[in-house]
């Protein structure tokens, strides 16, 4: 492949890794992520002047965040490690985004930005100039207890805020939500709002274009596809519907409706004792 990674014991390394777990019917599968993760590692154990060591790449099959752990090891020096976990925290980053947190000599900083965005796992958003971490790959590092730990966690989305800050021209705009979405992972009850403030206004003031890319902004905290909900989630999920209802957009209506499924799923006896004893 592009990696060029042809020593057998190598390549039989990687494959074991990357075995597809749940699949047991039919000739053997192996995930796409992890073989590219894997091929990442390797390149970077070369550029830095390392042989691949086989051992090393065996790895428990389907345990993406020991295979991300493995990358972030492979790079030349902490500098690298956290400037990968900084671009894992944002949903999404452009060309400006990423030269900022690249070297300030100029042909270092477009080496790493051209190594960067040839990681497997990063790719080009639906926006033309913006990528993305892929998720399982953003999920897998954000959950290493390295990069987890709360007052560290919240200075940088404090930090990531104020930079997206400084760039949005509009109360509505691409950099206005990703700086929405970091105010979120720090305090989610002021994040919500802040939401519904801007959302009412839109509606109230008929900039429906704008009231659009607010109720995106959601889909960068993922709470619509969450498999667990806890009594701010089922409240914000209420709030969303109903400003998507009162919008009476009618393409939007049946994402208000799910979410409003999704919530009722949650909000039973069984999970909220309490609540239902009121």
């Given at each position: 492949g592009k990696k060029q990674i042809l020593?057998?014991?190598?390549?039989?390394?990687?494959?074991?890794?990357?075995?597809?777990?749940?699949?047991?019917?039919?000739?053997?599968?192996?995930?796409?992520?992890?073989?590219?993760?894997?091929?990442?590692?390797?390149?970077?154990d070369?550029?830095?002047?390392?042989?691949?060591?086989?051992?090393?790449?065996?790895?428990?099959p389907g345990k993406l965040d020991e295979l991300a752990s493995r990358f972030l090891q492979s790079l030349p020096s902490s500098t690298e490690e956290r400037r990968m976990v900084r671009l894992a925290r944002t949903p999404r980053f452009d060309k400006e985004a990423l030269q900022r947190i690249c070297s300030p000599d100029q042909d270092t900083n477009i080496d790493e930005r051209r190594r960067i965005l040839a990681y497997t796992f990063v790719q080009a958003a639906a926006t033309p100039g913006w990528f993305v971490v892929h998720p399982r790959v953003r999920e897998a590092i954000l959950s290493l207890p390295k990069y987890s730990e709360s007052e560290e966690t919240r200075?940088?989305?404090?930090?990531?805020?104020?930079?997206?800050k400084t760039r949005s021209k509009l109360s509505?705009?691409?950099?206005?939500?990703l700086?929405?979405?970091?105010?979120?992972?720090?305090?989610?009850?002021?994040?919500?709002?802040?939401?519904?403030?801007l959302a009412e206004t839109a509606r109230k003031e008929l900039r429906?274009?704008?009231?659009?890319?607010?109720?995106?902004?959601?889909?960068?905290v993922?709470?619509?596809?969450?498999?667990?909900?806890?009594?701010?989630g089922v409240r914000a999920l209420n709030i969303l519907a109903e400003e998507?209802?009162?919008?009476?957009?009618?393409?939007?209506?049946?994402?208000?409706?799910?979410?409003?499924?999704?919530a009722l799923r949650v909000t039973t006896r069984q999970n909220f004792p309490q609540e239902w004893a009121l």
């Open positions: 020593e057998p014991a190598v390549q039989e390394a990687i494959l074991d890794s990357s075995l597809d777990m749940e699949s047991h019917d039919g000739p053997k599968g192996y995930h796409a992520l992890s073989l590219g993760l894997l091929a990442d590692t390797v390149a970077e070369r550029r830095a002047g390392r042989n691949a060591d086989p051992q090393m790449l065996k790895l428990p200075q940088e989305n404090r930090a990531r805020e104020d930079i997206w509505s705009d691409e950099f206005a939500g700086a929405w979405f970091h105010h979120y992972q720090i305090d989610r009850d002021g994040a919500l709002t802040a939401w519904r403030t429906m274009r704008d009231h659009s890319k607010l109720l995106d902004w959601w889909i960068f993922g709470l619509e596809m969450a498999k667990d909900l806890d009594l701010f998507i209802r009162q919008a009476g957009t009618f393409h939007d209506l049946s994402r208000a409706v799910a979410g409003l499924q999704l």
